[in-house]
């Protein structure tokens, strides 16, 4: 497998003086082409640090993170916001999907600013996939929490980025929905998409195939689970 992301002594400190915080330290991690990985850890361990450095919206106080050869913190802002749009998707736990847009109109944004044509026949594309052929037109506060989750899925695909990030994407669902947005992810692993999850919660990482366990903001274990 090719390698697709490399963290390099990455740390990130906020704060300044006695109020200091040291959400990661030293991080060294790769991520293949691929992959669908989990970081694990409890409350404050750095997860949501690690997924944000990794998105390109964090820059990390040292070390450095190389995609595809992209130095992506040593790129102008402008530069970064392109890397973004070109590799990455999001889902976040609160799914952030806009209230006033419907279900395929939350997925055609990430085309609006794309240079993709047929937006569309793109988002409706996706969606049918995710099985919500008949939900085009609903607002979110119209939809039940798993097909919530589905059009934040799509939102995130529809641009067929490189790397998909989730940060604790079954959060704020319940235990069915939240498996069935497992299955999605597994389903979307299967066809080749790379996946970073980060969650803490042991059942969420059902079905990755990579578990690294962070703890005080380092990398305490990383392990190559069995397929089941
Ligand atoms: N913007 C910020 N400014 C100051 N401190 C922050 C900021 N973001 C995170 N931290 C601190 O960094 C540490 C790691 O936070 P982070 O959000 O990465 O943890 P987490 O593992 O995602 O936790 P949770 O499971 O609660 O989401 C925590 O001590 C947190 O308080
Ligand atoms: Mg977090």
Same mark, same amino acid.
């Given at each position: 497998m090719s390698k697709l992301v490399s963290l390099e002594g990455i740390s990130k400190h906020y704060g300044v003086g006695e109020n200091e915080v040291i959400a990661l330290d030293k991080i060294d991690l790769s991520i293949n082409q691929g992959e669908y990985v989990a970081g694990m850890g409890p409350s404050g361990s750095g997860k949501s640090t690690l997924l944000t450095i990794l998105g390109a919206m964090n820059p990390p106080t040292t070390g450095k993170m190389i995609v595809d050869?992209?130095?992506v913190y040593g790129l102008s802002s402008e530069h970064q916001a392109d890397f973004r749009r070109e590799y990455l998707g999001f889902i976040f736990q609160q799914l952030q999907l806009l209230p006033y847009l419907t279900a395929i109109e939350n997925v055609m944004l990430p085309l609006v600013v794309s240079d993709a044509t047929d937006h569309e026949g793109k988002a409706g594309a996706v969606l049918e996939r995710l099985g919500l052929a008949k939900k085009f037109d609903r607002l979110p506060s119209e939809l039940s929490g798993g097909e919530q989750g589905r059009v934040a899925i799509a939102?995130?695909?529809?641009?067929?980025?490189?790397? *998909?990030?989730?940060?604790?994407? /079954?959060?704020?669902?319940? @235990?069915?929905?939240?498996?069935?947005?497992?299955?999605?992810?597994?389903? *979307?692993?299967?066809?080749?998409? /790379?996946?970073?999850?980060? @969650?803490?919660n042991a059942e969420s990482t059902r079905g990755v195939e990579r578990l690294i366990n962070i703890k005080d903001g380092q990398v305490v274990d990383d392990k190559q689970l069995k397929k089941t």
């Open positions: 050869d992209i130095d939102r995130a695909v529809v641009n067929e980025p490189p790397i *998909l990030l989730a940060d604790e994407p /079954t959060g704020s669902l319940d @235990t069915a929905t939240g498996k069935e947005i497992l299955a999605l992810f597994s389903e *979307l692993h299967n066809e080749g998409q /790379t996946i970073v999850m980060v @969650t803490h």
